[in-house]
């Protein structure tokens, strides 16, 4: 992660959106400035998938488009074609936004349609679409499996994947890696409980990941597991 004095925050509104200048050298207040939209999308018909860089990947709710967006420079390429891809579907597709080894920027695309999966990459250099092979005789393809949004972190996109309701036996973290562009299965933290979730964040490049136990309304402990060697490390309990 690569740290600035001058540091931007895109809040996004009903009807506008505004970036906010976090310059935490200056003491008096900067005012906002109002984000000029170069497609027509109203805010409230946006879903905001991925960011990487300044770049956002969008989807617009009118018509499904992927869209990788710059709100600073207002640049942006809509990445639909003629093939049906770079069309997402809210409630069952999952994304994630890299950079490889050639410092390509790419869109991991993991499309389910049907009871099929199909994995597309969008390559930002090559301005196109290709497939790559997902794990072999597993099931994540079917409705009942949710996916997290991607966590990037030391060169792989992390998605927590969950079946039904959240039981600890129907958990599990996939692992892409943006080199290799390969796919692979780690094992969830070593819980088990009932209603259980989890969510990974990047610090400081290691990969850790928030474990609730209980549901919503009743959360018993919440624990910060530690990712070490394909392995996790139990840590803080909140």
């Not at 069952?92 to 199909?118: C, E, P, Q, W």
């Not at 393809?141 to 997290?148: D, K």
């Amino acid at each position: 992660m690569r740290a600035s004095a001058d540091q931007k925050l895109l809040m996004v509104g009903w009807k506008t959106i505004e970036v906010h200048s976090l310059n935490y050298k200056s003491t008096g207040f900067i005012v906002p400035r109002g984000v000029a939209r170069p497609f027509y999308a109203h805010p409230s018909r946006m879903f905001f998938l991925a960011s990487l860089d300044g770049m956002l990947c969008v989807c617009l709710q009118n018509t499904c488009e992927l869209v990788v967006w710059n709100p600073l420079t207002t640049k942006f390429k809509k990445l639909a074609n003629s093939n049906s891809q770079g069309f997402y579907k809210v409630d069952s597709d999952a994304l994630g936004f890299f950079v490889d080894s050639s410092d390509d920027y790419n869109i991991l695309h993991i499309k389910r349609r049907r009871g099929t999966m199909t994995v597309y990459i969008y390559s930002m250099e090559l301005n196109s679409w290709s497939t790559v092979r997902f794990l072999k005789h597993r099931p994540y393809h079917h409705y009942t499996y949710l996916w997290s949004p991607a966590t990037l972190c030391g060169g792989g996109l992390y998605f927590v994947v969950t079946q039904c309701r959240g039981r600890s036996d129907g958990l599990t973290v996939i692992r892409f890696d943006v080199n290799s562009k390969s796919f692979s299965e780690l094992c969830f933290p070593n819980v088990y409980d009932d209603e259980v979730s989890g969510s990974l964040v990047n610090i400081n490049e290691e990969l850790h990941m928030y474990v609730c136990i209980g549901n919503y309304d009743y959360r018993r402990e919440i624990v910060l597991w530690r990712l070490k060697n394909k392995s996790w490390m139990k840590g803080h309990v909140l």
